[in-house]
C-alpha cells in the first residue's frame, strides 16, 4: 500500500501538469474552431473582441484588481447574451447541423453507407462525361450545380435530395439541368464515380466579403467548400460561364480545358 502511495506522490506532479496542458490544449482548439467557424462572416470582429476582453479580464484578476475584474466579468456576460441575441441565426444553423449528425436517422444512414458505398466497387470517373455535359449546359445557359466528393462525406451537408443511382453520361447530366425538367433545381451529388442524388440544397456561405454579382449557385458551392474538401462545377445561368469551387475558393471563368485538367488533376489517383 505504501508503494503506490509513494508512487502516486512521484507521478502526481506530472499527471497535474499534463491535465493542466491538455486544459490549455483543448481550450485553445476550440477558440480556433469557433474562428474558423466565423471567419469570414459578420460574427468575426464581435469574437475578436470578446476574446480580447476575456484575456484583458484574465490579466486584471491575475493582477489582483478585483473592481475591475468584476465589472470586465460582468461585461463578458452580458456580451455573451448579445451574441446570442444578435447572431441568432447563425447559431440556428449551427445547431441544426448538429442535431443533424445527432439525429435518430444517423446511424440508418451510417449502415446504409457501409452496405452499398463502401462495398461498392468505385466507378472510374468519367471527366469526358461531366466535361462535355458542362460545356453544353454552358452554351445553352442552363444554370447547373454538380456537387463532386473527394473524401469527406457530403450528404450531411445538405437537404432535400432526391434520390437517384445512375453512371455519369453527359446526356443524362444535361436532362437533368434542363430547364424543363423538374430535377434542375439545386445540386447534383456524384460519389464514387456514380450519380447520387438530385436537387440537393446546399447552405450559402455566409461571407460578407463576397461580390454582389454572385448568384445563388455560386454562393451555395462556396459554402460547401468552405466547410469540406469537395469539388463543385457551376454553370450560370445569366452569363454560361463555368466556374469551379474548391478548397474554399472559387474559380470564375473557366475553359473547358481549364475544366479538364482541374478534374484529372484532383480526382484521377495518382500513380506511384
Same mark, same amino acid.
Given at each position: 500500500?505504501?508503494? !503506490?502511495?509513494?508512487?502516486? @506522490? %512521484?507521478? $502526481?506532479?506530472?499527471?497535474?501538469? *499534463?491535465?493542466? &496542458? ?62 446570442? !441575441?444578435?447572431?441568432?441565426? @447563425? %447559431?440556428? $444553423?449551427?445547431?441544426?447541423?448538429? *442535431?443533424?449528425? &445527432? ?68 446526356? %443524362? ?100
Amino acid at each position: 500500500m505504501s508503494f !503506490i502511495y509513494e508512487t502516486w @506522490e %512521484l507521478i $502526481q506532479p506530472f499527471y497535474e501538469l *499534463g491535465i493542466k &496542458a491538455f486544459d490549455y490544449l483543448l481550450v485553445g482548439l476550440i477558440i480556433l474552431w469557433i474562428y474558423k467557424l466565423t471567419k469570414g462572416t459578420s460574427a468575426i470582429p464581435v469574437f475578436l473582441g470578446l476574446l480580447a476582453i476575456y484575456l484583458i479580464w484574465k490579466v486584471v484578476t491575475f493582477a489582483g484588481m478585483p473592481i475591475l475584474a468584476e465589472l470586465l466579468g460582468q461585461f463578458i456576460g452580458v456580451g455573451i447574451i448579445a451574441i446570442i !441575441i444578435v447572431f441568432q441565426q @447563425e %447559431l440556428r $444553423q449551427f445547431l441544426f447541423s448538429i *442535431g443533424e449528425r &445527432a439525429n435518430i436517422k444517423g446511424p440508418t444512414k451510417i449502415l446504409e453507407k457501409i452496405v452499398t458505398f463502401r462495398h461498392e466497387a468505385k466507378s472510374p470517373f468519367k471527366i469526358n462525361e461531366v466535361t462535355t455535359a458542362v460545356n453544353n449546359l454552358s452554351k445553352r445557359k442552363d444554370g447547373a450545380l454538380l456537387i463532386i466528393q473527394r473524401n469527406s462525406d457530403l450528404s450531411i451537408h445538405f437537404h432535400g435530395s432526391t434520390p437517384l443511382v445512375a453512371d455519369l453520361y453527359a446526356p %443524362l447530366i444535361e436532362a437533368s439541368f434542363d430547364k424543363n425538367c423538374s430535377m434542375h433545381d439545386g445540386g447534383m451529388y456524384i460519389a464514387i464515380g456514380r450519380i447520387r442524388a438530385v436537387k440537393c440544397i446546399l447552405p450559402v456561405s455566409q461571407r460578407t466579403d463576397l461580390s454582389q454579382e454572385l448568384g445563388m449557385r455560386h454562393r451555395a458551392a462556396l459554402g460547401l467548400v468552405e466547410k469540406t474538401d469537395a469539388l463543385v462545377l457551376i454553370v450560370s445561368e445569366e452569363t454560361g460561364l463555368i466556374s469551379i469551387a474548391m478548397d474554399g475558393k472559387l474559380h470564375k471563368g473557366l475553359a473547358s480545358e481549364d475544366i479538364q485538367e482541374i478534374l484529372e488533376r484532383e480526382l484521377i489517383p495518382k500513380e506511384d
